[in-house]
């Protein structure tokens, strides 16, 4: 019955949500239920065989020789500065559109954050623009593969090679995502870098039920190094050959991941459905721009992020929420305008695509149990929106 209720009960907007992860578990409840129940039945809380099964099943699908769990995305992230061995003052380039842990990371290790633009239309870290942020003491690129697409990564790699840098893939939300190069050769997102990071936050596309992160690593060597750091720069118990950190993914969240990576292809497949309907319902109206789909890189759509042309896109997101349905803004404000980062120098101006993007930007629900008479009711209001502004 709450299953039903759930998702049958659409007609009244106040049940839409921007993530429905209730009906998601009701799903796969038994599966879900049996996996938790072995862990406590073994009470191998941390470091449990299901963390070992479940890296190597990640590996597995993302086609990489290693994935080393973590307790979070923005840990993910820490671990591979500290296994690249970044030194303060080192400076890493990074998108100023995009979630705060990217940056917050290069900050908190006493490293320098260079902000770089984005492409207008795809959101996506410029490669000229990446370019242009190379100093003498530049030593990686942070691309984000951000709302479900991956970067430009054979521009990036091309430029990383010829200077001689490092590169970081931030996949915590294209996870699944397929890159493909201009000679046909396909890779999964977060195995081109020299690393690849990703988060397990519950809204994530494989979501656990808390926090959880990985990184996707090729090389043997460093795989083993960054593991280490993240138990306490330990190998053996009590043995400590590095200066490490407390990261680990728990056992239960290990346990849960493993039933979710099963579908995760099928989630993917999915939120394109989600993504297509609302293309075919909006995608022409001048007022407001869909997604663009970057032609070598598959989408997964953690969001589906229109941008409002002309007029403002406070005023949609206000007439969406007087009807009960839900709408993010991500992000309101870039991260070189940030209150936190305004000791790197950077001002108004610099970034003047992130600046745009941020008063423009607004995604729409998007989730694995969404229904045509559910969607139905959001872009018909969508519509309502801009027939009454004079914006059709």
Do not use: W
């Not at 007609?11 to 429905?20: F, G, T």
Request: charged share 20%.
């Amino acid at each position: 019955m709450p299953l039903i209720t759930n998702l049958m009960n659409i007609k009244n907007p106040s049940k839409i949500q921007m993530v429905d992860l209730y009906s998601q578990y009701l799903y796969l409840k038994e599966d879900i239920d049996a996996a938790i129940a072995e862990v406590i039945e073994t009470s191998s809380y941390i470091n449990g065989p299901a963390v070992n099964k479940f890296a190597s099943e990640l590996a597995d699908y993302n086609g990489i020789k290693h994935v080393v769990p973590c307790a979070n995305g923005t840990d993910a992230l820490q671990l591979a500065m500290m296994g690249l061995e970044l030194k303060p003052g080192d400076e890493v380039i990074v998108p100023s559109f995009t979630y705060v842990a990217t940056a917050e990371v290069i900050a908190l290790l006493g490293l320098t954050p260079v902000f770089v633009d984005v492409n207008p239309d795809t959101f996506l870290i410029d490669p000229q623009s990446v370019k242009e942020g190379i100093t003498a003491r530049t030593k990686a690129i942070v691309p984000v593969h951000l709302y479900g697409q991956c970067a430009d990564m054979e521009a990036i790699m091309a430029i990383a090679k010829a200077h001689h840098l490092y590169v970081i893939e931030d996949t915590a939300q294209a996870i699944g995502a397929d890159y493909t190069f201009s000679d046909g050769t396909k890779k999964k997102a977060g195995t081109i870098g020299t690393i690849g990071t990703t988060s397990f936050f519950p809204s994530k596309n494989l979501g656990c039920y808390g926090d959880g992160g990985a990184l996707f690593i090729q090389d043997e060597t460093l795989a083993r190094k960054i593991q280490m750091i993240a138990n306490h720069g330990q190998q053996v118990k009590y043995y400590h050959d590095l200066v490490g950190v407390n990261s680990r993914l728990d056992t239960l969240q290990a346990a849960i991941l493993r039933v979710k990576l099963k579908e995760l292809d099928n989630y993917c497949s999915k939120r394109n459905s989600t993504a297509n309907f609302y293309d075919k319902h909006l995608g022409n109206f001048a007022a407001l721009s869909c997604p663009q789909r970057v032609g070598n890189s598959s989408h997964v759509f953690h969001q589906y992020t229109i941008k409002c042309n002309s007029f403002n896109r406070d005023e949609l997101k206000q007439f969406l929420a007087e009807r009960g349905i839900p709408s993010m803004v991500y992000y309101p404000v870039p991260l070189h305008l940030q209150k936190a980062y305004q000791s790197y120098g950077y001002k108004e101006g610099d970034f003047p695509v992130s600046e745009e993007l941020s008063t423009e930007v607004l995604s729409l629900p998007i989730h694995t149990e969404q229904h045509e008479e559910e969607l139905r009711v959001i872009t018909d209001t969508i519509k309502e929106f801009l027939t009454t502004n004079n914006l059709a």
